[in-house]
């Protein structure tokens, strides 16, 4: 029911049935799988401890006379 619904809500060309969108949720979940199991295992990104033990502070001063513009975001570049 919520597969009929969605496809007759969304503006997409595309027609899937709902095994079809079934697959399709599973292929996209198994690669978020992948992906999370490699992040905890090989330890990209900053987990909490990082940031409340001040890792990115550290980086951020080590790298302070390499950044123009410092950290504010809102900052505009001088040169495009």
């Given at each position: 029911?919520?597969?009929?619904?969605?496809?007759?809500?969304?503006?997409?060309?595309i027609n899937?049935?709902?095994?079809?969108?079934?697959?399709?949720?599973?292929?996209?979940?198994?690669?978020?799988?992948?992906?999370?199991?490699?992040?905890?295992?090989?330890?990209?990104?900053?987990?909490?401890?990082?940031?409340?033990?001040?890792?990115?502070q550290?980086?951020?001063s080590?790298?302070?006379?390499?950044?123009?513009?410092?950290w504010n975001?809102?900052?505009?570049?001088?040169?495009?």
């Amino acid at each position: 029911m919520m597969a009929i619904n969605l496809r007759n809500q969304s503006p997409s060309k595309i027609n899937l049935t709902p095994c079809q969108m079934k697959d399709q949720f599973n292929t996209y979940k198994d690669k978020y799988n992948k992906v999370h199991t490699k992040s905890i295992s090989t330890g990209f990104g900053l987990t909490n401890e990082d940031q409340k033990g001040g890792s990115v502070q550290s980086i951020r001063s080590l790298m302070a006379d390499k950044v123009h513009g410092g950290w504010n975001l809102t900052v505009v570049p001088l040169a495009v």
